[in-house]
């Protein structure tokens, strides 16, 4: 059975919730990211955040991950041992609230969206290296990025 079904399916705050969030607010630039998870069909999900490096050695059919953005950004792009991903690569996007001092998801009416967990398939590769960046939707119009090596 896949651990992974085509809607985010990352441990913890996780949900399939796929209505879209409509912020009253002016979107927050991009402050913060991370590799939030890895997940494989051979090793299940790994928690990565402050990870340069899995610990778990990934493989099988299924090969996802989950990116944790803090602030709103405009431009994604993702690679995979340097060949660049298409959007269609990214299954999900889930908004990202603050519960208790936390980031959690999915919001609840009326919560304020403060970013996004993004989820890529690299289905088809064993290993290497992941790579994303995203710039923000307003000033300071930053540029930020990420990596881990699976």
Same mark, same amino acid.
């Given at each position: 059975?896949?651990?992974?079904?085509?809607?985010?399916?990352?441990?913890?705050?996780?949900?399939?919730?796929?209505?879209?969030?409509?912020?009253?607010?002016?979107?927050?630039?991009?402050?913060?990211?991370?590799?939030?998870?890895?997940?494989?069909?051979?090793?299940?999900?790994?928690?990565?955040?402050?990870?340069?490096?899995?610990?778990?050695?990934?493989?099988?059919?299924?090969?996802?991950?989950?990116?944790?953005?803090? =602030?709103?950004?405009?431009?994604?792009?993702?690679?995979? +041992?340097?060949?660049?991903? %298409?959007? !269609?690569? #990214?299954? &999900?996007?889930?908004?990202?609230?603050?519960?208790?001092?936390?980031?959690?998801?999915?919001?609840?009416?009326?919560?304020?969206?403060?970013?996004?967990?993004?989820?890529?398939?690299?289905?088809?590769?064993?290993? =290497?290296?992941?790579?994303?960046?995203?710039?923000?939707? +307003?000033?300071?119009?930053? %540029?930020? !990025?990420? #990596?881990? &090596?699976?």
């Amino acid at each position: 059975m896949p651990i992974l079904d085509g809607q985010s399916n990352v441990p913890a705050n996780i949900s399939n919730r796929t209505d879209s969030v409509t912020p009253f607010a002016p979107a927050p630039p991009l402050t913060d990211m991370w590799v939030y998870a890895v997940g494989s069909s051979d090793c299940g999900w790994e928690e990565t955040a402050g990870l340069s490096v899995t610990t778990c050695d990934h493989g099988g059919t299924q090969l996802r991950v989950a990116i944790l953005e803090i =602030g709103y950004g405009s431009n994604e792009i993702a690679w995979m +041992n340097g060949g660049q991903l %298409t959007n !269609s690569d #990214q299954y &999900s996007s889930t908004p990202v609230c603050v519960t208790g001092g936390y980031y959690s998801w999915p919001c609840s009416a009326g919560q304020t969206v403060v970013g996004y967990l993004n989820e890529y398939s690299v289905d088809g590769y064993q290993n =290497g290296i992941f790579k994303y960046q995203n710039t923000s939707t +307003n000033s300071p119009w930053n %540029t930020m !990025s990420v #990596q881990i &090596s699976i």
